[in-house]
Structure formats: C-alpha cells, structure tokens
C-alpha cells in the first residue's frame, strides 16, 4: 500500500443543501421574502463601511446594499453565498 499525497491548496469547497433560504426585507417597498444563496453577494472589506451584503428585492426590483458584521458574514459564507474579497491598493 502506498500513501499519496492529496495536498489542495485554497479553499475546501464545503457542500451546502440546495434548500438553504436566507430571510430578508427591502428598505424600499417594506416586503420580506427569503432569498437563496445564490439571489445574494458578500463583499468583504477592510473596513465595516466596505464589508457588505447585497441582492436585488424580488418584489420591487430596487436594489439593497447592507452592512455585515461578523456574524452575517459567517451565516451567509457557511451558507454558501458568493464572496467577493476587496482589496486595498499598495502604497
């Protein structure tokens, strides 16, 4: 028997359920609905003011930027949303 190395490098894709449902409300018309993983986008900043959570309310069709603390962010990442990392530019 013989041991092979499986190194991988970057992140483990972690499967997430297809059924995963994120409540949500639209500032704009006031309407709550849930919305799917894939209906949302993470953006993580350097700062709370580019660290963020974003979708398009299904209802009005407006468009809705929140802020995400620690805990939104784990919740929406665990859950499989799409993450965007920004980056500051050198100096």
Excluded: K, N, W
Excluded at 18 to 24: E, M, Y
Excluded at 27 to 44: G, K, M, T
Excluded at 51 to 76: D, H, M, N, Q
């Amino acid at each position: 028997m013989t041991a092979t190395s499986s190194r991988q490098t970057g992140p483990v894709p972690v499967p997430v359920p297809d059924a995963v449902l994120f409540r949500a409300a639209c500032p704009d018309c006031r309407e709550r609905f849930e919305l799917s993983a894939c209906a949302l986008r993470l953006a993580i900043g350097a700062s709370r003011r580019t660290t963020f959570y974003s979708f398009t309310c299904p209802a009005c069709g407006s468009a809705v930027r929140r802020p995400a603390g620690e805990r939104i962010i784990e919740l929406l990442s665990g859950g499989g949303v799409r993450t965007l990392r920004l980056h500051t530019a050198l100096r």
